[in-house]
């Protein structure tokens, strides 16, 4: 531990964080960019740091490694990319999915690898990778402000190494001994009290840092998944992909409460209520299920309701790739379960799609966000905006009637 670095008994996380934010400011360890209050901090000597990695018989053997894509871990994932390893990175903040994987060019020089190892890299040279992708994590590197000589981890705050964790449990991506690395300079080793952990933080087997690498032999349990009753409507709609775990988890019969339903959160919220913004503006979808199974397909507020007062042009989102045999009620109840139903549905089963009408293109390209890696009966659906954006009083109709 950095001798600079003292902290008194019973400090809170948000204390640590602070005295190594400061400490290494006021040091000059810190590197861009710069302040690192809030960040996980880049350091003087992360290259070296990171050097380490190679080294470790975890990433010998490892074919596939997840890096978070913040700036200390530059090194590390050029290191990767040059060992002809699959490098993954999490979308930032997980706005749009949960992994992009890393594809250099053709014949990448080291120059190119490099520039791939960036962040402005990660976004020119990467591909998504959907929930259904048979994907098998070997090794994780993570960041921290903060780690222990035990293994004890913690983060800037917000929580997003440990939700892509569980995120990766949920998928089936890695398995209980999955090393986990993280990278960090010296004066971050420090002591941690096991009582600040919690359920959902995660642990690390590897410290590496500019002078040593240390293996912490920590076996307190990672998450084991999805921790439902600690998430919150707020974090469901900010991440996305969340809700598309949620409704998997959900249809395989798993408790999947929300913090807010839970009955000792204040004013709790009943499972149900989470329905109901997709309800608004579309109480009859009863009646609208009884139009679509005997062969009326465009079903949707305006539909049933020839005075509706919206006007002007829709935004369209192209539903494809539907399993032969789908009814129009299981995709409606996705919809529902995601907060994504429209204001009018065209069905075409027999097509294998559907087009969904939003009242603008915010709400449109949200729900394309949100609805990726959907999969119904096991298949999964392809969601985009689609090519030909339709005015309101044009409708699509298929004749065959849904089975």
Same mark, same amino acid.
């Given at each position: 531990m950095e001798a600079g670095v003292r902290l008194r008994a019973g400090v809170s996380k948000w204390d640590i964080r602070e005295k190594i934010w400061d400490y290494m400011e006021a040091n000059n360890l810190a590197d861009f960019p710069r302040p690192v209050h809030h960040r996980i901090p880049n350091f003087k000597g992360a290259s070296h740091a990171a050097s380490r990695l190679p080294g470790l018989q975890e990433f010998k053997t490892a074919k596939t490694i997840k890096v978070n894509p913040d700036a200390p871990q530059k090194t590390a994932r050029f290191l990767i990319l040059e060992a002809r390893k699959t490098l993954l990175v999490p979308t930032p903040r997980l706005r749009t999915g949960l992994f992009n994987k890393i594809v250099p060019p053709p014949g990448a020089t080291k120059e190119i690898l490099r520039i791939c190892a960036t962040s402005q890299g990660v976004k020119d040279y990467s591909v998504p990778i959907g929930l259904d992708a048979k994907v098998q994590v070997d090794l994780v590197v993570v960041g921290s402000v903060a780690v222990s000589e035990k293994g004890w981890r913690i983060g800037k705050g917000e929580g997003f190494a440990d939700m892509e964790y569980a995120m990766m449990v949920s998928m089936g991506a890695i398995r209980e001994d999955t090393p986990v690395i993280t990278v960090v300079h010296d004066c971050q080793v420090v002591d941690i009290a096991e009582e600040l952990l919690d359920d959902h933080d995660l642990t690390v087997d590897y410290i590496l840092t500019p002078t040593r690498t240390i293996k912490t032999g920590c076996k307190r349990p990672k998450p084991?998944? =999805? =921790?439902? %009753?600690?998430? +919150?409507?707020?974090? !469901?709609? /900010? *991440?996305? *992909? $969340?809700?598309? !775990? /949620?409704?998997?988890? @959900?249809?395989?019969?798993? #408790?999947? *409460? $929300? @913090?807010d339903e839970h009955p000792d959160f204040p004013n709790a919220r009943k499972p149900e209520d989470s329905d109901e913004n997709a309800k608004t503006g579309n109480t009859k979808l009863q009646t609208e299920s009884a139009l679509a199974q005997v062969g009326h397909y465009h079903v949707g507020n305006d539909s049933l309701n020839t005075k +509706?007062? &919206? %006007?002007g042009a829709l935004t369209t989102v192209y539903v494809g790739n539907i399993p032969p045999g789908t009814r129009v009620s299981e995709l409606k109840s996705a919809l529902r379960e995601f907060h994504a139903s429209p204001v009018r549905l065209s069905w075409q089963g027999?097509?294998? /799609?559907?087009? $969904? #009408?939003? &009242? #603008?293109? &915010? &709400?449109?390209?949200s729900v394309v966000s949100s609805l990726k890696g959907l999969s119904l009966r096991g298949q999964t659906l392809r969601v985009e905006m689609a090519k030909n954006q339709r005015n309101k009083g044009q409708v699509e109709i298929n004749g065959q009637r849904n089975k």
């Open positions: 084991q998944g =999805i =921790i439902w %009753h600690k998430i +919150s409507y707020e974090m !469901l709609e /900010r *991440i996305p *992909i $969340l809700k598309n !775990l /949620r409704y998997r988890e @959900k249809q395989a019969g798993k #408790d999947v *409460i $929300l @913090k +509706s007062e &919206t %006007h027999a097509q294998c /799609r559907a087009f $969904l #009408d939003y &009242t #603008d293109k &915010t &709400t449109a390209e």
